[in-house]
T-cell receptor, first 116, second 111 residues
Framework: DGGITQSPKYLFRKEGQNVTLSCEQN?????MYWYRQDPGQGLRLIYY???????QKGDIAEGYSVSREKKESFPLTVTSAQKNPTAFYLC???????????????FGEGSRLTVL | QKEVEQNSGPLSVPEGAIASLNCTYS??????FFWYRQYSGKSPELIMS????GDKEDGRFTAQLNKASQYVSLLIRDSQPSDSATYLC???????????FGAGTRLAVHP
């Protein structure tokens, strides 16, 4: 079954700790994305990657870091520099890196991070 | 700053009625338009895409695009309680390989 797997589903973190959210896809998609969703708000782009070993900052990259060492994997690290990290984090992929099908996103189930 | 605006709702419609969800966008060079459905606590799923002016129908869903008015809408015919969700409008501009999402409209279909 093709899809995107995010883990963990729920995560609690103390202030000052870094945490890494996993995202793995077996759809053979080139492009991968990380979004953050806060209650009552739309999705905001954190980072995206269109090819292995390359990634770009999105609109709210401060306090986050990513890597793309393999096509299938795009982990997100929420660092202690992120001032308000409590949110729902969504990983997505798309089949294309340009043109129309970059907007056809497939999402994982999400990771809900709570800072205590 | 590119913006996508949606009425947050909730939009409440009776079962069997037509639900009309609206979205406006600010960037005139926007090329591709998408509707995602998100159930509470779940991740979004793509339900419609539209690229040209006019209507596009898929089952009970119809997307409508008017680029001159910078307006895109989603009609859901014969609404069912299972359609109760938040509907996110997303817009992509030419040469800009990222989507801009609206905050979503919450739809409630009551029996």
């Amino acid at each position: 079954d093709g899809g995107i797997t995010q883990s963990p589903k729920y995560l609690f973190r103390k202030e000052g700790q870094n945490v890494t959210l996993s995202c793995e896809q077996n759809l053979n998609h080139d492009a991968m994305y990380w979004y953050r969703q806060d209650p009552g708000q739309g999705l905001r782009l954190i980072y995206y990657s269109q090819i292995v070993n390359d990634f770009q900052k999105g609109d709210i990259a401060e306090g986050y870091s990513v890597s793309r060492e393999k096509k299938e994997s795009f982990p997100l690290t929420v660092t202690s520099a992120q001032k308000n990290p409590t949110a729902f984090y969504l990983c997505a992929s798309s089949p294309g890196t340009s043109g129309r099908n970059t907007g056809e996103l497939f999402f994982g189930e999400g990771s809900r991070l709570t800072v205590l | 700053q590119k913006e996508v605006e949606q009425n947050s709702g909730p939009l409440s419609v009776p079962e069997g009625a037509i639900a009309s969800l609206n979205c406006t966008y600010s960037d005139r060079v926007s090329q591709s338009f998408f509707w995602y459905r998100q159930y509470s606590g779940k991740s979004p799923e793509l339900i419609m895409s539209i690229y040209s002016n006019g209507d596009k129908e898929d089952g009970r869903f119809t997307a409508q695009l008017n680029k001159a008015s910078q307006y895109v809408s989603l009609l859901i015919r014969d609404s069912q309680p299972s359609d109760s969700a938040t509907y996110l409008c997303a817009v992509q501009s030419w040469g800009y390989n990222k989507l801009i999402f609206g905050a979503g409209t919450r739809l409630a279909v009551h029996p």
